[in-house]
């Protein structure tokens, strides 16, 4: 569900909100909340309480709960790779069902991902009957609605959380994946390759110049309070000034282009680096030969 | 029942009912004595008193902790060695069927002769060789009786061969997952009390059982009906019969049509004392009410062996919901069910919950 960044404009506008380290959904009225490493933390926490619940309540982890049934013949390695190889058939048909464009290709492979789906289900109901609940759905489950639940605010301050607990334990499966949905279409922007296109526009990059490699000039805040994302937008304006100070400049004409232009400046910028690093190769390879004929003089 | 704090501040109820008390109260008559004197008599009279109940409509997260629990439940079995339903309809397919050799002749045989019967009655009813209407009506009856007891031994067989999969992990598991909705969506408003509470004590599966036992143990005629009535309703609930106070009303009567005595006896019992009183309206105090009728025991809900064929056990219906549980039977198919949840929940399973669907949260956060 991640969306592709095509324009400046875009790129300027998901920019914004990587700085403000929060998302606005007009729709539904919900500030989104950028993670920190603290907050990631606080999950992983909560993750590790969840599992020593689970366990006291008596699940098995998953290996645990597959080698019981496998010994006790009630679910074989062999159905179980079974129903991994749906799962992944099911996932690569959803996949390339995205790319198709042409209608009557869509409507084809639609009976087929139609028939992988109907296989799936019938495998996976006899299994998660068997199989579920571990220790690990257990606790993903939760964090999952942890997740959601400490990330959606009513204010830009981040400070009125957007459902109470309770509120929140009262959504029902659609209402709640309905929020799913939004909060998974947000965040969806802050794909790495849309971070790398953000890096590679130069009103992230004059910016980033003159910072002079220090985040803390940068955001104005201190390292421990960066969300990920402006932690990975900063790392990546590293790499891109490190790709310009070797002396390389991307053609102009792509920051003209308003359509492909950022698509290709980030290929531009892979290439260089590309190119860079087989240049270093290169030279250490001629050191490490030259550095072997010294020894042998 | 003291002390229970967790009141629920939601008005979201799947069914409001009360469930009468009879509470002795003083009576207090102005009289004049035989020497014309004004005396006040206090006499100790039994009223009916309506006490509230309710059952919580469950929000996602009840129905998540039953999901769970229903797994916890299912590993149990298969730890302890109960074989699941689908492995032990293999072993018996593996073995020949779950039917011996002489239950399956007899099986057909019985089929055989009620399709003939049935022909039998239906040439009878059109009178072609123009019998006596007499005759014609007495060889009718006959028949009919033949059908029914034939059909009665077909369903016998049938309901033996159901009753083999009653110990399975999954009905060990449904069993007790009823009893967890019984024992979380229980609220009452206890002693006039605005808000609903919780009507089982505790937090928890194990502390809410305690306090069911405690309910089960004591010998309070009125408890034992909320018990009763609480784990029918829930029955009902699960069995997706029931979703609206109008549902439940319906459900309601069914139980009030196989319980008639609860409430009459009491009244009658509440009138006699009220009469006895009268009589010795002299005295300071009329005499105690005798002993009362000690109400049926009925343990935790449970499945049982069903007195008629049920429907194959259909799996657990994983679809959830937090709206209500449809309830599209019939008046029929609710008798059906009645029947077989008669005295509480004595086949409470063997259903699928037909709840609508409300989808489950697509996929997770990023």
């Given at each position: 569900m991640s969306t592709v960044l095509r324009t400046t404009k875009e790129c300027r506008s998901v920019y914004r909100d990587i700085l403000q380290g929060h998302s606005f959904v007009s729709e539904r009225g919900f500030y989104i909340k950028h993670?920190?490493?603290?907050?990631?933390?606080?999950?992983?926490?909560?993750?590790?309480?969840?599992?020593?619940?689970?366990?006291?309540?008596?699940?098995?982890?998953?290996?645990?709960?597959?080698?019981?049934?496998?010994?006790?013949?009630?679910?074989?390695?062999?159905?179980?790779?079974?129903?991994?190889?749906?799962?992944?058939?099911?996932?690569?048909?959803?996949?390339?069902?995205?790319?198709?464009?042409?209608?009557?290709?869509k409507a084809a492979f639609e009976k087929i991902m139609e028939e992988q789906r109907k296989k799936l289900e019938k495998i996976g109901k006899t299994r998660n009957e068997l199989v579920e609940p571990t220790v690990e759905s257990y606790c993903d489950k939760i964090i999952n609605e942890l997740y959601v639940l400490r990330a959606l605010y009513k204010d830009p301050e981040l400070t009125k959380p957007a459902f109470s607990q309770e509120e929140f334990d009262d959504l029902s499966y659609r209402e709640l994946g309905?929020?799913?949905?939004?909060?998974?279409?947000?965040?969806?922007?802050?794909?790495?390759?849309?971070?790398?296109?953000?890096?590679?526009?130069?009103?992230?990059?004059?910016?980033?110049?003159?910072?002079?490699?220090?985040?803390?000039?940068?955001?104005?805040?201190?390292?421990?309070?960066?969300?990920?994302?402006?932690?990975n937008l900063f790392s990546r304006g590293k790499f891109y000034k490190s790709i310009l100070t070797e002396g390389s400049e991307p053609p102009s004409e792509y920051y003209d282009d308003e359509i492909n232009g950022i698509t290709n400046l980030v290929s531009w910028f892979d290439a260089e680096h590309g190119k860079i690093m087989g240049k270093r190769q290169a030279q250490q390879s001629k050191m490490k030969q030259s550095s072997g004929k010294r020894r042998r003089r | 029942m003291s002390g229970r704090k967790n009141k629920i501040m939601k008005n979201k109820w799947l069914f409001e009912f009360d469930i009468n008390k009879w509470e002795e109260v003083e009576k207090r008559e102005k009289q004049t004595n035989d020497k014309g004197e004004e005396v006040e008599v206090i006499s100790k009279v039994k009223e009916k008193r309506p006490v509230k109940f309710a059952l919580r409509k469950p929000n996602r997260k009840l129905y998540d902790q039953a999901e769970l629990f229903y797994g916890v439940k299912m590993s149990e079995g298969i730890k302890a060695g109960l074989l699941t339903r689908s492995l032990l309809a293999k072993r018996y397919e593996d073995d020949g069927g779950a039917f011996s050799e002489v239950e399956k002749k007899r099986y057909s045989e019985l089929y055989l002769a009620i399709y003939n019967k049935e022909n039998e009655y239906q040439r009878l009813q059109l009178n072609t060789d123009n019998k006596p209407e007499e005759l014609k009506v007495r060889l009718s009856q006959d028949s009919l009786q033949e059908i029914a007891e034939l059909r009665r031994e077909l369903q016998d067989i049938e309901s033996s061969q159901s009753n083999i999969f009653d110990q399975t992990a999954e009905n060990r598991a449904k069993n007790q997952v009823i009893m967890w909705w019984v024992l979380f969506l229980s609220n009452w408003k206890e002693y006039d009390h605005n808000e609903y509470a919780q009507f089982f004590?505790?937090?928890?599966?194990?502390?809410?059982?305690?306090?069911?036992?405690?309910?089960?143990?004591?010998?309070?005629?009125?408890?034992?009906?909320?018990?009763?009535?609480?784990?029918?309703?829930?029955?009902?609930?699960?069995?997706?019969?029931?979703?609206?106070?109008?549902?439940?009303?319906?459900?309601?009567?069914?139980?009030?049509?196989?319980?008639?005595?609860?409430?009459?006896?009491?009244?009658?019992?509440?009138?006699?004392?009220?009469?006895?009183?009268?009589?010795?309206?002299?005295?300071?105090?009329?005499?105690?009410?005798?002993?009362?009728?000690?109400?049926?025991?009925?343990?935790?809900?449970?499945?049982?062996?069903?007195?008629?064929?049920?429907?194959?056990?259909?799996?657990?219906?994983?679809?959830?919901?937090?709206?209500?549980?449809?309830?599209?039977?019939?008046?029929?198919?609710?008798?059906?069910?009645?029947?077989?949840?008669?005295?509480?929940?004595?086949?409470?399973?063997?259903?699928?919950?037909d709840k609508t669907t409300d989808q489950e949260p697509e996929g997770s956060p990023s």
């Open positions: 993670y920190n490493e603290s907050d990631l933390g606080y999950l992983e926490n909560a993750y590790q309480n969840s599992a020593d619940e689970a366990t006291s309540m008596g699940f098995m982890s998953k290996k645990e709960k597959l080698d019981f049934l496998e010994k006790e013949d009630y679910w074989s390695k062999d159905e179980e790779d079974e129903y991994i190889t749906a799962t992944f058939s099911v996932n690569d048909a959803s996949a390339h069902y995205e790319k198709l464009v042409i209608p009557e290709q309905d929020v799913v949905r939004t909060y998974n279409k947000s965040i969806g922007q802050f794909t790495e390759i849309n971070i790398k296109k953000i890096a590679v526009n130069s009103f992230f990059l004059n910016a980033f110049l003159m910072s002079d490699n220090d985040p803390v000039k940068f955001y104005g805040k201190s390292v421990l309070e960066m969300t990920i994302y402006q932690m | 004590d505790g937090t928890n599966y194990d502390t809410k059982l305690n306090s069911y036992d405690d309910v089960e143990d004591s010998d309070d005629p009125f408890l034992s009906e909320v018990v009763r009535k609480l784990a029918y309703f829930v029955s009902f609930w699960y069995m997706g019969r029931a979703s609206s106070q109008e549902d439940f009303e319906a459900v309601h009567e069914i139980y009030n049509a196989n319980n008639p005595s609860e409430d009459a006896s009491e009244a009658a019992e509440g009138e006699a004392t009220e009469a006895e009183a009268t009589a010795d309206g002299e005295t300071e105090k009329a005499p105690q009410s005798k002993a009362k009728p000690k109400a049926k025991k009925r343990g935790r809900p449970k499945a049982k062996k069903a007195k008629v064929a049920t429907k194959e056990e259909a799996p657990i219906n994983e679809e959830k919901t937090t709206e209500t549980a449809a309830s599209t039977e019939t008046a029929a198919s609710t008798e059906t069910a009645a029947s077989t949840v008669t005295a509480g929940v004595e086949k409470a399973v063997g259903e699928t919950s």
